[in-house]
């Protein structure tokens, strides 16, 4: 029989002579003796991860993982021998093997259904440049122990070191969660991917299981496939004496693909494997992704990066500062119709007039459906007159709490509840509330600086400071969300509303910008990580979770520098603007156009900042008031009325 050690046709192959382990067969009796040495770390494995009567949360985490069926097979008796051979037929160029009956390439439709491993792959990504102290903090957060650190260094760690955490009958999800991936974390680095040493694992392994179970099931199959390919062709060369992917599930995929191939050709080959398992389990059904956080890696890791805006059901805080503020609100505003009481005071010219006592001052009055300028001034609203003339300075801690109508408060407390309980909720309440008072009295004091004897109310300058107080927590904590350019959009897009319905009559655009100002600077000093107390899973969006046990992470006084330079500006700026309304400084008088950014010329009133005065007449039914400096005039069916509500009329009427 005439032997040839060449193949039949080189022209799919690329290797020189001499290169590929089948060339030294022929032309070295000794060399064709020796077998391939396989690199096994599951020795100890099975003595210590395999464990009788697994808690069945545990087997059905596995199972959603999919490495139940890995771990299912048991340890595997391999032959060297059988193994070399399909390393000598392995030719790199055209990933496939070489055997008499033609060409075999590897496929994994049978190793799909005896292990349950999907076969479509994605791709594997991650930071490995890690040091030995934040390995031993992502293990801890992770697989829940810590291991020594002579047991760990900045690439790998001994298998022996992976501890699976102990349950017992009052184990959380966590522990359970922790549990698994630490069995998941010893069949991968002494089964699916040893390396040389022998009783180490690499640590980079971890990027494999981070993530929910598709992502994890996706990358597993995708990381084997590459690692039986890579090593296969690593190992042909002839002068490569041992093997790294001979592990058991790698020798699987091996011979499974062999054996699909062989048995389409008619070929026939017996293979030896004898496995500890006497039946593989049938490949389990997918269950819904779940995703344990737990700790600080959840914070630093790719895969646990969040939407800035989530929905309320995944977050578990109560936003009961944001519903106190909302109450106080309705309450202050409800008593400030009632002073208004314009059935009585405007004698039955209202809108709304099935209201009664709280019904609304006339749309020509106030488009904003709320109460005269006489009854904000009586509730405590800021007017040059009052808060600097009578020096009237509490006003700064009650304008805060006035709206200047019913659409002002609808809009500006649909922002706060939506605005505020994300923050709350994210960040906690006592530094939203913070926040929130701290924006609330700067942006009055800021509108005291440029108050005019034209009624303001300041309430939306705690919303902008919440608006703020989110920008600056976005930034500080970028890396922590996805969808950042979608939230920023979000929060200038509220900004734009509100701005425009800070130019309506009655509300305060300054205190706006001085909230929004101060929020910024604020949420640089106190905001922290965010808390992701979630208890329900969540679905949809860009990933879905499932955690029963609280996790909040890790605080602490982080970026000192960029806290110190914003609780100095901010100081600096609360300081002067305090000092300058003591004073009584009108700052419009050194900024002439600064008025617009509060004020646009209608009929409801006119950005010229100048007092007015009006002329009475009476006679037996009516009364005449004219405007002193424009000669407009109204003649009134009635001659009994306060002197509030002729100041009112006066001001519409000279507007």
Known sequence: ???????????????????????????????AKKSLKCHRTCSSIYLRTLVANRPPRVIEILQDYGFYGVEKVGGLQLDCALITSLVERWR?????????????????????????LPID??????????????????????????????????????????????????????????????????????????????????????????GDSVLVRGRAIGAAVQWISNQSA???PLQLQYITPASDNNIISLITAMTAEEETAKYETKVDIKSSSSALPPPPALAPPRLSLAGDDLAEEK???FPFFRPLSQKSENAWIISLFVIVHLIVFTATMIVNDCWHNSHGQCSVKFLRMVSFQPLHENPLLGPSASALDKVGALKKTLFIDNHQFWRVFTSPLLHAGLFHIIVNLCSVVFVGIHMEQEFGSIRTGVGYILSAITASLVAALFVTDKTSVTSSGALFGLLGMMLSGLIRNW???????????????????????????YINNFSNVGGFITGFLIGFVILFKPQLNRRAQAKGGLFEYDLKQKVKLKQKLDRPFLRGISLTIFLFLFVGVYMAVLRGTNANMYCSWCKYIDCISSKWGSCVDKPIHCETMVNSEHLILTCSDNGNFRILPYTHISPSRIEDLCSLICS
């Open 92 to 116: 790199p160029e055209i990933h496939s093997f070489h055997l008499p009956f033609g060409e075999v390439g590897i496929t994994l439709q049978d190793v799909e259904v005896l292990l349950g």
């Open 479 to 505: 890396k922590f969300y996805t969808k950042k350019l979608a939230a920023v959009f979000v929060i200038l897009m509220i900004l734009v509303v509100n701005l425009i319905i800070g130019l309506l009559p």
């Open 303 to 305: 895969r646990v990066n």
């Open 121 to 210: 792959g994605i791709p594997l990504s991650g930071v490995t440049s890690r040091s030995r102290d934040q390995w031993i903090q992502i293990c801890h957060d992770m697989m829940g122990f810590i291991p020594k650190p002579s047991d760990i260094t900045s690439s790998t760690i001994k298998i022996s070191a992976i501890d699976p955490k102990a349950l017992s009958e009052h184990s959380v999800e966590v522990d359970y969660q922790q549990h698994a991936r630490a069995i998941m974390f010893k069949l991968m680095g002494g089964r699916s991917f040893p390396n040389t040493t022998g009783n180490k694992v690499s640590l980079y392994l971890l990027e494999v299981i981070m």
């Open 1 to 31: 029989m005439d032997v040839h050690p060449e193949p039949i046709s080189r022209d799919v192959l690329v290797l020189e002579g001499g290169v590929h382990r089948c060339d030294a067969v022929w032309a070295d009796e000794e060399y």
């Open 234 to 236: 690593i190992a042909a």
